[in-house]
Every structure is written in C-alpha cells, then in structure tokens.
C-alpha cells in the first residue's frame, strides 16, 4: 500500500524500506539523484524460498522489527552510548552522536566521506585540535573522534537538530516516526497546523538532508509532501520550497513553485533577493506572456525605477547620507521607493534606525502587497527591528489584506517548541519568542490603535469564527479541569471580556446575548478582538502547562465538530441514534481527558498544578439528554 500523501507529520509511523519502498515508484526521481538498490527476490532475502504469508515470513518480520527497535535504541538511550563521530548542528546544542558503520553502510555519501577520511584524503586537525577537512572533518577537543559541522555537511542547505536526529531514526531503523508536534506546529492557537511555516521548514530540512547523504525513498517520500504544501500555504512560505527544489534538482516541485509563485502578486525586488537568477527569469518571462496574452501589460516608468534601485543600492551598502543625496537630486521620495519596507526586510538594525531619524518616511505605509514595515519585521523576525519601527510609532494592529496582524505573522512562523520553551536564567531568549512579547506587550499598551479596515465584513466574519473556536475550546476546559481554566482565564485577563458565544454562554444564559444597537462597527471589533486576544493568551497557557489535556482537546474539536458550529447545540442536537453515539464519543473524551490529566500532573511542576486536586474532584460532566 503506497504511503499516504498526507502533508500533516504527526501520524503513524511510516515503514521505507530502502530502495523497494512503494513511495520510490510514487513519483519519478530527480535527474542526478541516487538509484535505489533492486527489491530483493525470494531466494536473496533471508526468507529465501519461504512462501508469501508462511511462518518464515512472519518470524522474518519479526526479527527485523526487533533489530530496527535494537537499532534505535543507540539513538534513545543514553546509557547505551557507543557513537564514534560527532556532528555539529547550527543552534548552539550539543553536537549529535553518530555511528560511522551504521551510516556508511546505509548512505553512500558518508560512505565516501568515511572511505576518504579513512584513506588520508580528509585535511588532518592542526595541532589545536580544531581542524576541519574535506566535509568538515575534524577531532573533537580531547576525544580522537572525528567531529563534522552539518553547514559544511550540507552546503547551501540548512538541516536543523530535530530533522537531523529524524533523518538518523529512519537511516538506523528504516522507520520514519512521526515529528514531535511542536517542531512542525507554530505558537498560533487557531492555526490548523497543516501548511503552517514550522511544517514546510522540518520537510525542507529533511529533503536537504536526504538529496544530499542520498536516501532516494526519503527524496521522493518528501518530493510528495513538497508538492502538497505548494498550493495550500502563503507564497512567501513557497520560497524556500523552491529553494530546496533548485537545490535538490526537483524537477516536478521547482516547475510547480515556479507558477505559483508567476500567478502570485510578490513583487520584483523579492524575486531578485530571495531567489535563484535563472528562476527569477523564468517567473518574469510567464508574467510577461501572461500579460501579453491578456492585453493588460504593465507600462513601468524605467526612469522611476533606476531611481528606486539606486536608493536601494544605498542602503544595501548602509550609506543613508547618499539615500539623502539621491533624494535631493530627484523628485522621489523615500515612500516612492518603499525604503521603509525594503530595510525592514533585508538590512540591519542600524540602517532602520538611521532612515527612520530622517523623518521623511510614512511608518504605517502598505507597500502593492498590503503590508507595512512592522509586518516585514516580523515575517523577519528581528527583535532590534521591530524596536526600532514601534519605538518611532508604527501601528501594530495594522492588518494585511488577508486580515493577518504582526503579531499572527510571527506566531505562524514560530515553532510551538522554541515559544515553549522555558529559558534558564542567565539564557538568551529565543528571538522568534522574544518579538512575539514585545509586540504583545505592545499591543497591550496601546490596544486602541485599530485601523479602519477591520471593519470589513469579510474580517468581521473571520472573527466571528475565531472567536467560537476559541470560546469552545476554552469552555471545554472549564468544564474537565475547572480551577486551573479558572487561574489560566485570570493570568491572561479573559473574565474581564465579555464572552462572545458557544457552550459556555449556552450552557449558563440558556438564551442569546443582548445586542447592542448603537455599538459601531469599529466598537464592535475593538471588543471582540479583546476577547480573541484574551481567549488565545488561555489557549496558549493550557497548551504550555497542560499539553497532553490540551492535545486532547485539539483532535476533539478538529474531528468531532463540524466547522464553525457551536459545540453545545452539535452535542444537544440529532437522532436519538445519534445522540447515543455522541454520548459514547464523550464519555470517551472524558476518559481521555482524565489520563491525559495524570499525565501532565506527574510531569508538571507549574503552578496550575497545585490546583490539580480541585479539578480531579469536581462533579462529572453530562450531556443532557433529549
């Protein structure tokens, strides 16, 4: 049965074996790629004349289970440390063990590196003990082992720790075990989580390190799951799919990010930053007969746009003197050029700061696409920046076009885990964390600052359904664990906000909320948004202290409630058929919820769970009864 083609990592494990996995067949393999070894016929396997189905057959699946599980414990266990050779990864870890005999005999790659090192072809360490050779070889401080940094490994690529040790599970076990979920979900509560930017990076790395120490079942295994992303995610997230397409010569996934990216609105300057020269001319030349085919070509001013690259230019170089010189010398404006939005994305903190002290530039100015300087910043993820741009005034509840604040951009692109994550004192805190808090706190500071454009109607519904999201996640948790939702609602100000509807309004008033005629749009949305912002900061508290409740609750409410449905009125209506069974699925739920429960009490040591022994005795849970 061919793998499944589900983009989402958190499912059963997948079993590749190498070079006869049915994915292989899935999707033709990349020009240059690695061939995959012919499948084994009866006689050459260890089954060899044994009929499909017999006793040799399962006793053979089973001996190979317990060696993949054997083999795997080299990797868990850390009593059971016998790895030879070190990597190191690019965040400021430990370096990865691994064992050499294992990888040789699984990657031809390392087979080589291993071969050459062996043979004296690899720069021998220098007497500080820190050399590095051919691949990045060299001996760790102390130990005789050799020790290989992953960016030398994999030039041009980025594999981080959690896709590497993913990549090293498969190549020991032959199994690809499922991602921890907080590598490939962000820090936003109503995200789906299914093309979110965590999920697109870990399958980029992965596909980095499988084209690269050549696994051609994981290529083609990832190849599938690229193209999947491809058209369900933003297109900025598209990027560094065809970054790794170009790379990994994905001839299929570089051609379908390609007219993706022609059919999109990104602009020019983008392409010319972040992409490969010869794909950028080949997205321009679709664009152009696109347009010609059309009859809507585009006359640009070639004048005005010399101009603007010269000042770009400027500041590429961080000379804001000639930025000024160039502006006296022509009718353009730093506005004219977006040179707010093109430092906010690609130069430094200093540079915002020095063409910020001009004064000449509009702070909350959208640029063709619809975002401001702060949004750039946080789809950056810069601190200093983002300082810079709300120290001088900029708005940070300015929406984007598809309804998308600063701080919903950086909480898509975090992951769960480094948002999580608990700093040691003296620790530096996590970048990504960080601009979520100081843009929080701002918001905080000045929650008036709402613009016009949330009044839409197309938002408003937006909100309308993020709001009886959150409100039935929240009340499901009111009702399992009642003093710790209390304590979580009170830390993030949520009962000083009006709820907007759902099982708990339902389930108290037994009517509808009164309807203020008079209110404005404008506060309306002031007040509904208090609410949302109210409710995340709970979720987000719940999923921090109480993880396993909290995942719980997640698939409940993604599998068992239809969309944009109150939970109360789906649990109370139906069949007397169907009211059984929606009785048995919570009765379920509660079971679920109460081992989930014990769970996160015996590992957490947080406040919320002093109060462990309120909830565990509370009254249970009925569903009434029709």
């Not at 993949?68 to 790895?83: G, K, M, V």
């Not at 030879?84 to 691994?98: E, F, L, Q, T």
């Not at 050029?337 to 130069?347: F, I, R, S």
């Given at each position: 049965m061919e793998?499944s083609?589900s983009i989402t990592f ?12 049915p ?6 393999l ?7 070894a012919a ?6 396997g260890w ?10 057959s399962?006793v053979e699946?089973?001996?190979?289970n ?7 414990r080299?990797l868990?266990?850390?009593d059971l440390?016998c790895s030879d ?5 690019a965040?400021?870890?430990p370096?990865?063990p691994?064992h050499?005999c294992?990888?040789?005999a699984?990657?031809?790659f390392?087979y ?11 720069a021998?360490v220098d ?8 691949g990045?070889?060299?001996?760790g401080a ?14 041009g690529?980025r594999?981080?720790?959690?896709a ?14 499922p991602a921890?979920a907080?590598?490939?979900s962000c820090?936003?509560?109503v ?8 999920a697109?990076?870990?399958?980029v790395?992965?596909m980095?390190a ?6 051609p079942?994981?290529i ?5 799951r690229?193209?999947?992303?491809v058209d369900k995610?933003?297109?900025?997230d ?8 170009s790379h990994?010569?994905l001839?299929q ?6 007219q993706?990216?022609a ?5 020019d300057?983008s ?8 794909v950028v001319?080949e997205?321009k ?5 696109s347009?010609t ?15 603007v690259r010269?000042i ?15 502006l006296?010398?022509?009718?353009i404006?730093?506005?004219?050029a977006?040179a ?17 002290d001009?004064?000449l530039?509009n702070l909350?100015?959208k640029n063709d696409r ?6 750039l910043?946080?789809?950056r993820?810069e601190?200093?920046?983002?300082m810079?741009l709300?120290?001088?005034g900029?708005?940070?509840s300015?929406?984007t076009?598809?309804?998308r604040?600063?701080i919903?951009?950086?909480r898509?692109l975090?992951?769960?885990k480094d948002?999580?994550?608990?700093m040691k ?5 996590n ?7 100081i843009l929080?706190?701002?918001?905080m ?5 709402v613009?016009d ?5 197309l938002?408003?519904d937006?909100l309308h359904?993020k709001?009886?999201?959150l409100?039935n ?8 664990f ?9 830390i993030?100000q ?6 907007f ?6 389930s108290?008033s037994?009517?509808?909320?009164e309807?203020?005629l008079n209110e ?5 949305n002031?007040r509904?948004?208090?609410r949302?912002?109210?409710l995340?900061k709970t ?12 995942q ?5 409410l ?9 939970a109360?009125l ?7 058929d169907?009211q059984?069974v ?8 509660k079971e679920?919820v109460r ?6 009490k015996?590992?957490n040591?947080?406040m919320?769970?002093?109060?462990s022994?309120?909830?565990s ?7 009434a009864k029709?």
């Amino acid at each position: 049965m061919e793998p499944s083609s589900s983009i989402t990592f958190a499912s059963s494990s997948s079993y590749l074996s190498n070079g006869s996995s049915p994915c292989s067949a899935a999707l033709p393999l990349p020009p240059g790629a690695p061939q995959a070894a012919a499948p084994l016929t009866g006689g050459e396997g260890w089954g060899g004349g044994v009929a499909a189905g017999g006793s040799g057959s399962s006793v053979e699946a089973v001996s190979l289970n317990r060696l993949s599980n054997n083999l795997e414990r080299l990797l868990l266990d850390p009593d059971l440390d016998c790895s030879d050779a070190d990597v190191d990864v690019a965040d400021g870890g430990p370096p990865v063990p691994v064992h050499r005999c294992i990888l040789a005999a699984r990657s031809a790659f390392f087979y080589d590196l291993f071969a050459a090192r062996a043979r004296g072809g690899a720069a021998r360490v220098d007497a500080s003990g820190a050399g590095a050779g051919a691949g990045g070889a060299g001996e760790g401080a102390g130990s005789g082992r050799p020790r290989y940094k992953m960016e030398e490994l994999v030039p041009g690529g980025r594999v981080g720790r959690e896709a590497f040790q993913a990549f090293l599970g498969y190549v020991y076990t032959g199994k690809l075990r499922p991602a921890p979920a907080d590598v490939v979900s962000c820090a936003d509560p109503v995200c789906p989580h299914d093309s979110c930017p965590p999920a697109i990076r870990f399958a980029v790395e992965l596909m980095y390190a499988a084209w690269t120490f050549k696994i051609p079942e994981l290529i083609s295994l990832f190849q599938r799951r690229l193209l999947n992303f491809v058209d369900k995610t933003l297109v900025e997230d598209v990027i560094p799919i065809l970054q790794v397409a170009s790379h990994s010569e994905l001839t299929q996934v570089l051609d379908k990010c390609i007219q993706r990216i022609a059919r999109s609105d990104l602009d020019d300057i983008s392409l010319d930053k972040e992409l490969p020269p010869e794909v950028v001319g080949e997205i321009k030349n679709i664009r152009k007969k696109s347009q010609t085919a059309d009859g809507d070509a585009i006359m640009s001013d070639p004048v005005h746009e010399k101009r603007v690259r010269r000042i770009h230019r400027a500041l590429d170089s961080d000379d804001v003197e000639l930025v000024k010189l160039l502006l006296n010398e022509s009718e353009i404006t730093l506005d004219d050029a977006k040179a707010l939005h093109y430092v906010a994305a690609y130069c430094d903190s200093k540079v915002v700061s020095d063409l910020l002290d001009l004064g000449l530039a509009n702070l909350n100015l959208k640029n063709d696409r619809g975002y401001t300087a702060l949004h750039l910043a946080a789809m950056r993820r810069e601190p200093a920046i983002i300082m810079c741009l709300l120290n001088k005034g900029a708005n940070v509840s300015q929406l984007t076009a598809d309804g998308r604040s600063a701080i919903t951009i950086c909480r898509r692109l975090t992951r769960a885990k480094d948002y999580n994550t608990k700093m040691k004192q003296g620790q530096e805190s996590n970048k990504d964390r960080l601009c979520i808090d100081i843009l929080e706190r701002e918001m905080m500071r000045n929650p008036m600052a709402v613009e016009d454009a949330v009044t839409s109607p197309l938002l408003a519904d937006d909100l309308h359904m993020k709001l009886l999201y959150l409100e039935n996640r929240v009340a499901f948790a009111r009702l399992f664990f009642p003093a710790e939702a209390k304590v979580a609602m009170q830390i993030a100000q949520a009962d000083t906000t009006e709820e907007f509807g759902g099982i708990a309004a339902a389930s108290t008033s037994g009517r509808l909320r009164e309807v203020d005629l008079n209110e404005t749009p404008v506060t309306q949305n002031k007040r509904l948004r208090s609410r949302v912002d109210a409710l995340m900061k709970t979720v987000e508290l719940g999923r921090r202290y109480f993880p396993n409740c909290s995942q719980v609750l997640d698939k409940f409410l993604e599998h068992d409630l239809p969309d944009g449905l109150d939970a109360f009125l789906v649990l109370q209506k139906g069949t007397p058929d169907e009211q059984k069974v929606k009785r048995m699925r919570f009765c379920e739920l509660k079971e679920d919820v109460r081992k989930a429960f014990s769970k996160d009490k015996a590992d957490n040591n947080s406040m919320l769970s002093s109060l462990s022994s309120s909830s565990s005795s509370s009254p249970p849970l009925k569903v009434a009864k029709k």
